[in-house]
T-cell receptor, first 113, second 112 residues
Framework: SQTIHQWPATLVQPVGSPLSLECTVEGTSNPNLYWYRQAAGRGLQLLFYSVGIGQISSEVPQNLSASRPQDRQFILSSKKLLLSDSGFYLCAWATGYDGNTIYFGEGSWLTVV | SQQGEEDPQALSIQEGENATMNCSYKTSINNLQWYRQNSGRGLVHLIL?????REKHSGRLRVTLDTSKKSSSLLITASRAADTASYFC????????????FGQGTRLTINP
């Protein structure tokens, strides 16, 4: 069966520090991969999605970047965090067909102080 | 702005009652999906309805889709305290497939 792992689960970082959140998927190949952000009590905002290695689409201009160095690995990064980067970050994957149901990881809580 | 918007933003009912949540969207879709999120956790897929379908059932869940009104509803029958969560609709756009756009969600509280 397929599983998705996302880490770290919680992170407290000072303003101006770098960020790296990592996500891996097991049990499937060539998945679509996604990074979403959720502000407290709000909906999900799609940040990045990828349909293949090295293929990254950015949905909103921001202080973050994403990379997909391997088929089932998706990394969210920042060189210098801002206070506004705080939030709940969710990695997700989909097969790309069958209605493209998305399967989420457990999320990473980021607090920028 | 968000493609999908849920209504109401918050709903509180007694256990055993039915809960209805609505979702409206703006542009043509391939499908619409409903997800559930327990506080501080990842989202869990509940049900998918395609643009050529009008109604779908899964256990105590009933989803309808009206493409002419660009709206969907999620009905949870015989609610339980464990149904307390946030519920989100998500749309896969015709233009922009391979990604889902989520609404702001409805916070559902079931009172025992």
């Amino acid at each position: 069966s397929q599983t998705i792992h996302q880490w770290p689960a919680t992170l407290v970082q000072p303003v101006g520090s770098p960020l790296s959140l990592e996500c891996t998927v097991e049990g499937t190949s060539n998945p679509n991969l996604y990074w979403y952000r959720q502000a407290a009590g709000r909906g999900l905002q799609l940040l990045f999605y990828s349909v293949g290695i090295g293929q990254i689409s950015s949905e909103v201009p921001q202080n973050l970047s994403a990379s997909r160095p391997q088929d089932r690995q998706f990394i969210l990064s920042s060189k210098k965090l801002l206070l506004s980067d705080s939030g709940f970050y969710l990695c997700a994957w989909a097969t790309g067909y069958d209605g493209n149901t998305i399967y989420f990881g457990e999320g990473s809580w980021l607090t920028v102080v | 702005s968000q493609q999908g918007e849920e209504d109401p933003q918050a709903l509180s009912i007694q256990e055993g009652e039915n809960a209805t949540m609505n979702c409206s969207y703006k542009t043509s879709i391939n499908n619409l999906q409903w997800y559930r999120q327990n506080s501080g956790r990842g989202l869990v897929h509940l049900i998918l309805i395609r643009s050529n379908e009008r109604e779908k059932h899964s256990g105590r869940l009933r989803v309808t889709l009206d493409t002419s009104k660009k709206s969907s509803s999620l009905l949870i029958t015989a609610s339980r305290a464990a149904d307390t969560a946030s519920y989100f609709c998500a749309t896969e756009l015709v233009q922009g497939a391979q990604k889902l756009v989520f609404g702001q969600g409805t916070r559902l509280t079931i009172n025992p």
